[in-house]
């Protein structure tokens, strides 16, 4: 058992983890992302595995997405969210 270190936690101390990156996506007929360009590559959507969105805080400042789990050519699963208020897209790892 790891003993209580006793130390306070510290909100300065805290980071996001796994933050998602800008991304510019290009989207198919039926509006379902056929490849992605981030980190200066660009790759083809292989599989879209699930869709789904998410409208909350609609009291406050509303958040509208639209989201995408993918596979991309390399392999590669990641998590596509466009923000319907701007129409920015973001990738973020899963």
Same mark, same amino acid.
């Given at each position: 058992?790891?003993?209580?270190? +006793?130390t306070?936690l +510290?909100?300065?101390?805290?980071r @996001? ?11 198919? @007929? @039926?509006g379902?992302p ?30 509208r997405?639209?989201y ?8 590669k +699963? ?11 897209w973001?990738?973020q790892?899963?």
């Open positions: 058992m790891v003993p209580l270190s +006793r306070p +510290r909100a300065d101390r805290l @996001a983890l796994n933050l998602p990156q800008p991304a510019l996506v290009e989207v198919d @007929a @039926a379902q056929a490849a992605v360009a981030w980190d200066g590559k660009r790759r083809a959507v292989e599989t879209v595995v699930e869709t789904w969105r998410l409208d909350d805080e609609w009291w406050r400042a509303p958040i997405r639209r995408a789990e993918v596979v991309l050519e390399n392999g +699963r990641v998590v596509l969210f466009e923000d319907l208020t701007t129409g920015e973001r990738l790892l899963p």
